[in-house]
């Protein structure tokens, strides 16, 4: 499939609803529309919309958001996110946070805690969690219609529950468990899947406002294998197995439609040395937990960025990995196991306590990553991922090179960059030599500035390739104009005479064309030597020998060669010629190189024996 405009995400951080913090809205609408920002993490904390007493509702600041990503103008693709509970419903309802964050309110242990209740039965109106939901649920679908817009098909279940100590708070309380109980960290987990199990209940149930196509991410794990035991901080990928293993046990197997998980490349933190290209580990590292369980949903990245504050990064290597991030997420779609099914970057401008953003919190000041990101919303939507280039060797583990091609012209791009190492050294430059079916290509390097950026128009070798240098900054190398290239492709393989005996010699034959639109060099000139078409003979997997084909092979041309073979033994052999194996020079595809023939060998006379 082709990638969607929609695949570009942020975590809007808008100005209205409980994440103001200066900035007007239409300032941020203005941002958006100029970023192609065209999907957003709709984040809606029970905390902002039900105020005490309890189910006292007020959305009208969350719905202002709405409003505004959903605007003709923005058009964002908007899916839930459904985190936290209210004083009046946690299970840490006696709890005061000793030390709260400036400004934050000092119940903030208590509201990112299990609500109570949530054994009740979901339609029971003391089971809050399942009020707060569909309250929601009504709410948005409500407006949706209003609005003329689409409504939310997709709902995240809370954030990062897999950091104890932060996200997801053991109760104090004796409502799950004894009174002094301390829930161990398999019980928290069993208390999540209960509050998706609650959710998704809700969320698919049209008595409850929701509808079956509706779909729920579960997980929304803080990593896959980081650990911090400050914060009592479970691997995501062990809460995932966990997961899997509650939900086969107490409600018939997994229930839900996808897992999400938060990937921050950070490798100047002390406990989270990660590093852009280790992505594509994690991804295959959940996507087998979740083959392992028979589970063919989606996987996404709800949260993904690198921050600027104390210098963990500078702005411009922040802004080379939201091209790094986003090109390898696309691309993993072609991997074996599957790949990542959407991406959001963290944050879309600065929250008043992080440099995650695109922008500052003003949004008076766009960073280089803002014009990435806008960069990638205007190259890659409409093109189709081919997968990851690799070289074969030791480059491979320094360097990434991803392949998108558009549809349309045949055209293909490549997006590629080196390693960060993983010390403080800086990355290495690497050469690397592209398969061009252009003759002509255009290099632009990812913009970090508000400039059309001009790119570097270099021409392909006599072999159909273009060597480029790469380095830390990435680079989107593109084809441009007509592909000009031959194209071999075997019509057919044959013996004479045409039953073979064992012992005797016979000839074997492959006539094949050139289909492209460009002829082959002539390649006995010394100059054009290493441009040989040759053809290589094997039966089975054992090579029978090679020929050359010298003269230039035109446009809808053919030529026929013959290799002189005696077959050593009786029996039945595949048959197989393969023009241009080597890759002397680039065609347009290799996909009907091969041609086959299956040939009985007949038992020498036994007056040859």
Known sequence: DTIPATYFGAYPYFPFGGETWGGSADTWKARAIEAGMRQARFHIAWTWVDSAPHDTWRFAGVDSQFSYLTDPEVGCEVYGNLYSCTHGTSTRFDSINPDPAPGAPDTFWNVHSPPRNLFEPVDSGSNYWARFVEKTLRRYDALS????????RVWEIWNEPNIIAECWYRPNTAHYGRPGDRLTDFQMCSLYVRLCVVADSVIKNPAFGGHPDNRVLVGSLAGCEVVDPAKEMVMGKTWLRWMYEIADRQYGGPFWDGVAFHYYPNPWHPIHPYFVHRLEADADTLR????????????????????????????????????????????????????????????????????????????????????????????????????????????????????????????????????????????????????????????????????????????????????????????????????????????????????????????????????????????????????????????????????????????????????????DAAGQVLIRATVNEDRAYVEHSTDDNTGYRRLIILPAPAGDR
């Open 145 to 152: 219609d209003s609005f003329g817009v689409d409504s939310i």
């Open 288 to 567: 087998a937990i979740m083959s392992a369980n028979s589970d063919c949903g989606e996987l996404w990245i709800t949260e993904t960025g690198w921050t600027i504050w104390a210098h963990a990064v500078d702005e411009q290597e922040q802004a080379n990995a939201v091209a790094e991030v986003f090109t390898t997420v696309l691309s993993s779609s072609t991997r074996p196991g599957g790949g990542i099914d959407r991406c959001d970057w963290f944050s879309f401008r600065d929250s008043r306590r992080s440099q995650h953003g695109l922008m500052d919190t003003l949004m008076k000041w766009r960073r280089p990553s803002f014009y990435a990101f806008r960069y990638l919303t205007s190259v890659l939507p409409g093109l189709r991922p081919t997968g990851r280039v690799r070289l074969g060797d030791e480059r491979d583990t320094r360097m990434h090179i991803h392949k998108f091609e558009d549809p349309r012209t045949g055209q293909r791009l490549w997006a590629g960059w080196t390693n960060r190492r993983e010390s403080f050294e800086p990355a290495e430059s690497i050469a690397v030599r592209l398969p061009a079916r252009t003759d002509r290509l255009s290099v632009v390097e990812l913009p970090h500035v508000d400039r059309e950026p001009k790119p570097a128009r270099p021409a392909a070798r006599a072999d159909g390739r273009l060597t480029w240098t790469l380095t830390n900054r990435p680079v989107f190398i593109r084809e441009a104009g007509r592909p000009a290239r031959p194209d071999l492709a075997v019509d057919s393989v044959w013996t004479v005479p045409g039953e073979a005996t064992a012992g005797r010699p016979c000839t074997l034959y492959v006539r094949f064309s050139n289909l492209g639109s460009r002829a082959t060099r002539n390649s006995g000139a010394d100059r054009n030597a290493h441009l040989r078409t040759g053809v290589r003979f094997y039966a089975g997997d054992r090579l029978l020998g090679e020929l050359d084909h010298r003269p230039a092979l035109g446009v809808g041309r053919a030529v026929t060669l013959g290799l002189p073979w005696t077959p």
